[in-house]
């Protein structure tokens, strides 16, 4: 069965820490999408990754192929970094993601 | 470019009304989609067309759902009748080509739809 699990669920900081979030996934995904959703927005994407590293402002996300695992990193967290932040796994050759459930982050000034 | 555009952003109906969402994607992008958020099942697919044709439909709840694309620059999602369960966020996507795993999808800003 194809899955994506996220952790931590709930993570709540403050301001200024480094903020890590996990993603693993299972067999037959070739691709980690990482998305942000603010409270009632829309939902935007922010890196496409099968494999290394990529860095996009304060925001760095990394892919382990071997072990199946992604993380999402902050550095330097603001308040307006809080928001719901979306991994989901593409496959080869099919148009569906593979959803995770989200982290849930509030960053506290 | 403008984005994916959805309308209307919120929505309040009476059970039993027939609802439209519209959305119209980014030029030039051979994919949409459709979907559902909730906070119980998170992002659901509804529907998937390339090239303005239904490829999977599978995600459509039940006959009360039905969605369009009479052309590659805008698509309907219907429900007819509304019923209080069909209260979410609807999501409009497109992307590039045929949606695969390495193709960013743009999502359009929801429409909150309300079924009182």
């Known amino acids: 069965k194809n899955e994506v699990e996220q952790s931590p669920q709930n993570l709540t900081a403050q301001e200024g820490e480094f903020i890590t979030i996990n993603c693993s996934y299972s067999?037959?995904?070739?691709?980690l999408h990482w998305l942000q959703q603010h409270p009632g927005g829309g939902i935007v994407s922010l890196f496409m990754?099968?494999?290394?590293?990529k860095k996009h402002g304060r925001l760095i996300a990394t892919i382990n192929i071997q072990e199946k695992h992604s993380s999402l990193h902050i550095t330097a967290s603001h308040p307006r970094d809080s928001a719901v932040y979306i991994c989901?796994?593409?496959?080869?050759?099919?148009?569906?993601?593979?959803w995770g459930a989200g982290t849930k982050l509030i960053i506290k000034p | 470019d403008a984005g994916v555009i959805q309308s209307p952003r919120h929505e309040v109906t009476e059970m039993g009304q027939e609802v439209t969402l519209r959305c119209k994607p980014i030029s030039g992008h051979n994919s949409l989609f459709w979907y559902r958020q909730t906070m119980m099942r998170g992002l659901e697919l509804l529907i998937y067309f390339n090239n303005n044709v239904p490829i999977d439909d599978s995600g459509m709840p039940e006959d009360r759902f039905s969605a369009k694309m009479p052309n590659a620059s805008f698509s309907t999602l219907k429900i007819q009748p509304s019923e209080p369960r069909d209260s979410a966020v609807y999501f409009c996507?497109?992307?590039?080509?045929?949606?695969?795993?390495?193709?960013?999808?743009?999502f359009g800003p929801g429409t909150r739809l309300t079924v009182l």
């Open positions: 990754l099968s494999s290394g590293k």
């Open positions: 989901a796994g593409g496959m080869d050759s099919n148009y569906q993601l593979i």
């Open positions: 067999v037959g995904i070739s691709a």
């Open positions: 996507a497109s992307s590039l080509f045929s949606g695969g795993s390495t193709d960013t999808q743009y």
